[in-house]
């Protein structure tokens, strides 16, 4: 939401700062040079980066224009590692197995559509647990193992970004570029009226405007959004990753929930209360559908 909206800030302020001072719209409307300067740009990011991620950067670019991850969602996590770790200490950690073989049926898992939705997110805590159960293994090797599975991931997810700050930063140059044609064809005409000089000056001079606008206004601030969403997600790992720990080490699931909950900035840390109440709830839950089955 906050991405559309400072989008419109931008055009609105410096369009509407434009028209303030006397400016027409219709000079600003330049074709050739958003050919020039647009084509150039997609030209030099389909060279510069892999297919993968460009498919990627489409998913992101979409993603940016929604809501991030909240409260709920945490609060959700949190809940569900509790149940997870209370079949742990309850049944061992065999008993783990079963839930992460096919999850979508897990009496547990099933409950939270939302992380099932996160397909990496399912696979880290997967393979962390399974790892676990396969054994021979100590709690820091398990998390500089984590650790590792997280890095690679952030890098892969910041490819995008990295690909947009990249073309932003030679938009002004390909402005430029688009300029100093204008400028070509300005001295063509340069035994012509006044009139007519003025009107390719001033075509030329919207490229440098267009590729400045475009790099600074519109493709850096996207890419800085990409990348929060991504450290957003990347703390979402860590959440895992530390309830996880937590439990490997022989920790109450209460208190193995709490290290998870400690990562968690305060924006979207649930309070000790509000946890316990989850934690509670997720419990009273686990043991009807226990019953149940």
């Given amino acids: 939401m906050f991405v559309i909206i400072g989008l419109v800030v931008v055009v609105a302020a410096v369009f509407g700062g434009y028209l303030m001072a006397g400016g ?20 030099s990011m389909l060279v510069s980066t892999p297919g993968k991620v460009l498919s990627k950067m489409v998913k992101q670019i979409i993603g940016a224009f929604g809501s991030g991850l909240g409260k709920d969602d945490y609060a959700n996590l949190l809940a569900m590692m509790y149940q997870l770790f209370r079949v742990a200490q309850q049944q ?19 409950q939270y559509p939302k992380f099932l939705a996160r397909h990496h997110s399912l696979d880290f805590l997967a393979d962390s647990i399974k790892v676990i159960i396969v054994g021979g293994m100590q709690p820091h090797d398990l998390e500089a193992l984590m650790d590792a599975d997280i890095e690679v991931h952030h890098h892969d997810e910041l490819a995008p970004a990295s690909a947009i700050v990249k ?86 699931p209460a208190i193995s929930v709490e290290f998870a909950r400690r990562v968690l900035p305060h924006d979207v840390r649930p309070s000790f209360d509000e946890t316990e109440k989850l934690c509670k709830a997720a419990k009273s839950g686990g043991d009807a559908a226990q019953k149940a089955a």
């Fill in 24 to 43: 027409h719209m219709m000079l600003l409307f330049q074709p050739s040079e958003f050919v020039i300067i647009g084509g150039a740009a997609l030209g």
């Fill in 92 to 110: 061992g950690v065999m008993a783990l197995e079963a839930h992460f073989e096919n999850p979508t049926s897990s009496s547990i898992m099933a």
């Fill in 167 to 252: 073309v932003s930063d030679a938009l002004p140059g390909l402005g430029i570029v688009a300029a100093v044609l204008g400028i070509v064809i300005t001295m063509q005409h340069i035994d012509g009226p006044p009139e007519e000089i003025g009107h390719h000056v001033g075509a030329a001079l919207v490229g440098t405007f267009l590729g400045i606008l475009m790099s600074y206004g519109f493709g850096q601030p996207l890419a800085g959004s990409i990348e929060a969403k991504v450290n957003d997600d990347g703390r979402y790992e860590q959440c895992i990753k530390a309830g996880v720990i937590a439990m490997f080490k022989g920790m109450p």
